[in-house]
């Protein structure tokens, strides 16, 4: 697997949704009324081999509406820059124990997420 870790969650009860692993990947089903609306969380971790982590974002342009929220954390090795910044610098936050985090609602991605550091 290409993640460590990882759970999809509602929202609002914090119940598991049933995954199932599929090498590279993680599958999940939703099972919802036609036009109806409910807040999933997906997180994983993923260790990188590279000074760069991607994420495909703009696949949620199918989607007619835009996320409620969507939340970045990314976790770099002590003492690292950010070369490249997948969103607006000045839109970053640092967490307590150093990640950097990016939070937006109503939200709908222009590009792809793409980080770089050295």
């Known amino acids: 697997m290409i993640y460590e870790d990882a759970s999809v969650t509602w929202e609002d009860s914090g119940e598991a ?23 999933v969380k997906i997180s994983y971790k993923q260790k990188l081999k590279a000074k760069r982590a991607m994420y495909v974002l703009l696949t949620a342009l199918d989607w007619p509406i835009p996320l409620a929220y969507a939340s970045y954390e990314v976790i770099l090795p002590e003492g690292s820059t950010i070369t490249r910044y997948p969103f607006a610098k000045d839109d970053l936050s640092l967490s307590e124990a150093g990640s950097v985090i990016w939070e937006y609602y109503d939200y709908r991605p222009t590009e792809d997420f793409l980080i770089e550091w050295e």
């Open 17 to 39: 949704l049933m995954t199932k692993n599929m090498d590279p990947g993680l599958w999940f089903g939703l099972d919802l009324p036609a036009r109806s609306m409910k807040l």
